[in-house]
């Protein structure tokens, strides 16, 4: 404390605190153990830094929902899509091959709007 009082300080450091900070961190990146993003806070705007949290927060809450749309999707109409992919295929193959009637009955279990 006393050295506090009398200004005499027992480092350069507390002369010129930024300029030590600075100079500590391109030390240090020239050595290459630390990142230039891992300095010390000297902004302190908590409002700021609390609106982009719950900003981020927001945008991974939506990417979650649709994520979980998509997996809900896959089981359901997904699912009966490939079906009705796969029966096409099929009607087109009878087709080729001559059998009329297995292909009209694919034709009308896709579509029993159309009369036959």
């Known amino acids: 404390m006393e050295d506090h009082n009398t200004g005499t300080f027992t480092s350069k450091k507390y002369y010129d605190i930024d300029g030590y900070y600075r100079r ?20 302190f705007n908590d409002e700021e830094q609390r609106r982009l949290e719950m900003q981020e927060a927001r945008e991974k809450q ?10 809900s ?32 009955a694919i034709q009308r279990r896709l579509d029993p709007d159309i009369p036959m």
């Open 24 to 43: 500590k961190l391109e030390k240090e990146m020239k050595k290459g153990m630390k990142k230039a993003g891992h300095s010390e806070r000297t902004v």
């Open 62 to 71: 939506k990417e979650e929902e649709v994520l979980a749309l998509k997996r």
């Open 73 to 104: 999707m896959e089981g359901g109409m997904a699912q009966a899509m490939k079906e009705q992919a796969r029966l096409k295929e099929e009607m087109v193959y009878l087709y080729k091959i001559g059998d009329m009637e297995g292909a009209a």
